[in-house]
């Protein structure tokens, strides 16, 4: 079956870095785009960032531009946020998300894991 499992995540001050890493199996994961989302307490879930399956096209929330990085390692079926210059409203649980749809979306989710941004 398909899973996602985030890794990486915590406790840094403003200013500073964490890596997000999620692995996957139970799919081909190198056929599939991966993205980051997420969501804020009271807030709505909100994509952060994408990558498509060969990483040729990467797209950001305007919120983290220049300070977000997604990548991904095909081989170790791995996709990784890094997450630079955090502020404290960059604090969220942050959620894994591989969509395996063909003609519609169908969403696989991490369990997801939580970053907090405070001094």
């Known amino acids: 079956q398909v899973q996602l499992v985030e890794s990486g995540g915590g406790l840094v001050q403003p200013g500073g870095s964490l890596r997000l890493s999620c692995a996957a199996s139970?799919?081909?994961?190198?056929?599939?785009?991966m993205s980051w989302y997420r969501q804020a307490p009271g807030k709505e879930r909100e994509l952060v960032a994408g990558i498509s399956s060969t990483a040729g096209s990467i797209n950001y929330a305007d919120s983290v531009k220049g300070r977000f990085t997604i990548s991904r390692d095909n081989a170790k079926k791995t996709v990784y946020l890094q997450m630079n210059s955090l502020k404290p409203e960059d604090t969220a649980v942050y959620y894994c998300?591989?969509?395996?749809?063909?003609?519609?979306?169908?969403?696989?989710w991490g369990q997801g894991i939580q970053v907090t941004v405070s001094s």
């Open positions: 139970g799919f081909t994961f190198s056929s599939y785009s």
């Open positions: 998300n591989a969509d395996l749809g063909v003609l519609a979306p169908n969403y696989y």
